[in-house]
């Protein structure tokens, strides 16, 4: 059974930094795409980063792009958003999720197979 677990949200100010982990467990994710979503309330579900389980490739919205970072830690079968410079604007519940027939620039919420418990994050200003 698949099992993505976030954690790492919190409340911070603008301008800080969070760094969210995604750990992943239940199966083999070599062919995976994993990607960060989130959703503010009363909004749609946003596309945050995605990232190959192999290989470099990764991608990242204009939105973030800059302030935002993505990586894994195949070790440790966990994947990491690393947020800086934080506007209140990012204040969302942030969700992991795993794509088994996606592509790394995938940004639609329904190529992703598996999701996370989401972990909130608040900016305040």
């Known amino acids: 059974q698949v099992q993505l677990v976030e954690s790492g949200g919190g409340s911070v100010q603008a301008g800080g930094s969070l760094r969210l982990s995604c750990a992943a467990s239940?199966?083999?994710?070599?062919?995976?795409?994993m990607g960060w979503f989130r959703q503010a309330p009363g909004k749609e579900r946003q596309f945050v980063a995605a990232?190959?389980?192999?290989?470099?490739?990764?991608y990242l919205p204009d939105s973030v792009k800059g302030r935002f970072t993505i990586s894994r830690d195949n070790a440790k079968n966990t994947v990491y958003l690393t947020m800086n410079s934080l506007k209140p604007d990012d204040t969302a519940v942030y969700y992991c999720?795993?794509?088994?027939?996606?592509?790394?620039?995938?940004?639609?919420?329904?190529?992703?197979?598996?999701w996370g418990q989401g972990t909130q994050v608040t900016v305040s200003s």
């Open positions: 999720a795993a794509a088994s027939r996606a592509n790394y620039y995938s940004s639609r919420a329904s190529e992703y197979d598996y």
């Open positions: 990232i190959r389980w192999s290989g470099s490739d990764i």
């Open positions: 239940g199966r083999t994710f070599s062919s995976y795409v």
